[in-house]
């Protein structure tokens, strides 16, 4: 009892409730009853529903006849800290506002929920007794994700079907024979096509790769700024690209870097973001960071290449540009989701709204480019831990790298469960990720100097 907050231990004892307390997993997260704090005018209402199920916006309405959404995660957090709590225990009372039960809840057995802190979980052996209490009504708003729909079936050659598919049904466009026409991105920049063109040069070397950033002057600017920063802590002051290249970063990475950059750059930032997301550059330099230094837990023998696996991690966010370029009314419409079930993988939220996913229509993207194979594949299934395809592990790296840093709430998402055969499957050992964290948490402020340098235009 005396792990749990006072708040919880004083519940619990004052309703007589048998219950086991157990650490957080690791890497095997169960089903857990998740808590979410809705209001409108009328005031606010706590859900409990199940952590594998969807809460739909126009069925919300529908029901109850209310226009609800999300406490915002400011007046949230002030309510945790005033309860003394990390995150609120799908407990009847506890909170003082009307409580409705999904009847999703009623389909798991056993039932976990948060303890109000992030280390613990309570399994509660009468919670149902209590749930079908008078004081909490039951509703149906929830839908239940289906195994067959988390598992991706398609490959990135038979993903712009999907795509187009989902382009016919939310859109009037007509349906044109490329995809970067179809979702009216705009055309590469010259930079980005140089560097495209530089990786299959046999003549490529040092002098061409510095040649072609140093036409763009704010790239160039962002390259030497990266190699000057902290982070890398180079010796002495970086006056141009071609110190960049040799004296920290090297030919592969700064090609990566680069290339990673001008094509990050092509779209706008969203204007319209879940409340609490990581902006885009955060992200993908968080990834790209953590993605390098897990890839050193592999045997020597066994590691992908170092300059490709840099560039999945960075553009590994690339389809939720295009998402928000592409699809705006739709968009929205993920946002809203988004904030509805921060406890869901947003590819789940983007299938059922959209019918594709950022990663499907990013990993397409970027092939139509002639991008390589090892990129769009680690980022066509960074979702699917069982995918054994060949680059199997660059999208092995970047599902773990992205589940770590939302574990060690480096990145906004949420907290799921990480399939402990990925070490299996990359030959790692799973002993060393501690310190690979710790080094990413020590870092936190050069990263994130670094991720605010981009937000600007290149």
């Given amino acids: 009892m005396s792990d749990l907050p006072i708040l919880v231990q004083q519940y619990l004892s004052n309703h007589h409730l048998s219950h086991h307390v157990l650490s957080t ?8 009853v998740e808590v979410t704090l809705l209001e409108d005018e009328s005031g606010r209402v706590q859900l409990f529903s199940s952590s594998n199920c969807l809460l739909e916006k126009s069925r919300l309405k529908a029901v109850t006849g209310r226009d609800l959404k999300a406490v915002s995660l400011v007046e949230q957090q002030k309510l945790k800290h005033k309860l003394g709590l990390s995150n609120f225990p799908a407990l009847d009372g506890l909170l003082p506002y009307e409580t409705w039960i999904d009847k999703s ?13 992030e280390e613990k979980l309570i399994s509660l052996e009468d919670v149902k007794k209590l749930y079908l209490s008078e004081r909490v009504k039951e509703v ?28 016919r049904n939310l859109t009037s466009l007509r349906i ?17 096509e140089a560097i495209i063109r530089l990786r299959v040069d046999p003549d490529a070397d040092v002098n061409k790769l510095a040649g072609i950033v140093e036409r763009d002057p704010p790239l160039a600017a962002q390259v030497v700024s990266w190699a ?17 290249i040799i004296r920290v970063l090297g030919y592969d990475l700064v090609m990566n870097l680069a290339l990673g950059l001008s094509l ?6 969203p204007k319209n973001e879940a409340e609490g997301c990581s902006p885009y550059w955060k992200q993908a330099v968080y990834m790209a960071a953590t993605v390098i230094k897990l890839k050193d837990l592999i045997p020597p023998a066994l590691r992908p290449g170092f300059g490709l696996i840099y560039l999945s991690g960075l553009l590994h966010n690339f389809g939720y540009l295009v998402l928000a370029h592409s699809f705006p009314p739709h968009f929205d419409q993920v946002i809203q989701h988004m904030e509805l079930n921060p406890h869901l993988n947003p590819m789940h939220i983007e299938r059922y709204i959209l019918g594709i996913s950022r990663e499907q229509i990013a990993a397409t993207l970027l092939k139509s480019w002639n991008l390589p194979e090892e990129v769009c594949v680690g980022i066509r299934y960074l979702q699917e831990p069982d995918y054994s395809g060949v680059y199997s592990d ?26 402990t055969s990925i070490f299996k499957n990359l030959y790692m050992d799973a002993e060393g990720i501690p310190a690979v964290m710790e080094a990413i948490v020590a870092s936190q402020a050069d990263l994130d100097a670094i991720s605010q340098s981009l937000s600007g235009p290149v």
């Fill in 394 to 419: 660059y999208a092995h790296l970047n599902y773990l790298a992205l589940r770590l840093l939302r574990k060690y709430r480096l990145l906004s998402g949420p907290d799921e469960q990480i399939d």
């Fill in 264 to 269: 990050g750059k092509i779209l706008n930032l």
């Fill in 228 to 244: 000057s920063s902290s982070y890398y802590a180079a010796p002495g002051s970086i006056r141009s690209v071609q110190d960049a």
């Fill in 140 to 167: 149906d708003l929830c839908r239940r994700i289906p195994v067959t729909e988390i598992e991706y079936h398609l490959g990135v050659e038979q993903d712009q079907n999907e795509i187009h598919s989902a382009i």
């Fill in 105 to 117: 809840v009623f389909l798991s057995d056993p039932i976990y929920i948060r303890a109000g802190n």
């Fill in 25 to 32: 997993p690791t890497f095997e997260l169960p089903v857990t």
């Fill in 176 to 192: 044109k024979k490329r995809i970067e026409e179809t979702l009216d991105i705009p055309p590469l920049s010259e930079t980005a």
